[in-house]
C-alpha cells in the first residue's frame, strides 16, 4: 500500500516483515507497549525525488564551538599538543566528513561539492569552528557544513582530551556547543557559467 503525502510517497511496510528482518526492534517496540499500549502503523519515507528542480549554486555555513581549559587553549596557540595540531587534523577530518554525508544521514543525496572551507577561532574559553560549503546541486548543502562543523569539533575533543579529565577520568567543563547553520543562500547559474 502506498500513501502519498504532497508530491512526497510515503511506503507502508508489514510491521511483521521487520521484525523478522530486524529482531531487537521487536525488543524495543514491546518495551515501548508496556508504556504507550498502541503500535500504530508503522511508516517508513523513501528519498525526495529532486530530479524536477534546477542546478543553482547552493551555500551554507555552519559553525561551533568547544569549549576547553584555559591551559588547554594556550597549549593549542603554542603549538604543543602531543598529537600535533588540532585544527589542521579537524580541517581535514571536516572536509572529509562533509564528503561523506549521505553516508551518514540516511535522506540526504549525495552532491559533488565544489568546496569545503574549515576556519578557526581561538576565544578566551572555546575554539570557534565554522565550516563554509558551496555546490552546484538540486539540493541544499547545510547538512554537509553540519556534518562537517561537528565531525571539527569532535576531533579537537580527541586530540586535546588529555589534557581535559580530571583525576576521575571525567570531562566536567568540555562541552560541544551552539553548532547552528548561520547561513543559507542559493543563487541561479547564468547560462554563461560553465559545468
Known amino acids: 500500500m502506498r500513501i502519498v503525502n504532497g508530491s512526497?510517497?510515503?511506503k507502508t511496510i508489514d510491521i511483521h516483515?521487520?521484525?523478522?528482518?530486524?529482531?531487537?526492534?521487536?525488543?524495543?517496540?514491546?518495551?515501548?507497549?508496556?508504556?504507550?499500549?498502541?503500535?500504530?502503523?508503522?511508516?517508513?519515507?523513501?528519498?525526495?525525488?529532486?530530479?524536477?528542480?534546477?542546478?543553482?549554486?547552493?551555500?551554507?555555513?555552519?559553525?561551533?564551538?568547544?569549549?576547553?581549559?584555559?591551559e588547554t587553549l594556550a597549549r593549542i596557540k603554542e603549538n604543543k599538543i602531543k598529537k600535533g595540531d588540532p585544527r589542521a587534523v579537524a580541517e581535514i577530518a571536516a572536509i572529509n566528513a562533509a564528503k561523506e554525508t549521505a553516508r551518514l544521514i540516511p535522506h540526504c543525496h549525495q552532491i559533488p561539492l565544489s568546496t569545503v572551507d574549515v576556519t578557526f577561532s581561538l576565544e578566551k574559553d572555546s575554539v570557534e569552528a565554522t565550516c563554509l560549503?558551496?555546490?552546484?546541486?538540486?539540493?541544499?548543502?547545510?547538512?554537509?557544513?553540519?556534518?562537517?562543523?561537528s565531525m571539527a569539533l569532535a576531533v579537537i575533543w580527541d586530540m586535546v582530551k588529555y589534557l581535559e579529565k580530571d583525576?576521575?577520568?571525567?570531562?566536567?567543563?568540555?562541552?560541544?556547543s551552539d553548532i547552528r547553520v548561520i547561513k543559507k543562500t542559493k543563487t541561479p547559474l547564468s547560462s554563461s557559467d560553465p559545468d
Open 17 to 70: 516483515e521487520i521484525f523478522a528482518q530486524y529482531p531487537r526492534t521487536w525488543l524495543l517496540v514491546s518495551k515501548r507497549l508496556q508504556t504507550v499500549g498502541t503500535l500504530g502503523a508503522f511508516i517508513t519515507m523513501g528519498m525526495i525525488d529532486i530530479s524536477g528542480k534546477k542546478i543553482v549554486l547552493r551555500e551554507a555555513v555552519a559553525s561551533g564551538r568547544i569549549s576547553l581549559a584555559p
Open 133 to 149: 560549503v558551496k555546490a552546484k546541486a538540486t539540493t541544499g548543502v547545510e547538512m554537509e557544513a553540519l556534518v562537517g562543523v
Open 167 to 176: 583525576e576521575g577520568g571525567q570531562y566536567p567543563s568540555t562541552r560541544i
Open 8 to 10: 512526497h510517497p510515503i
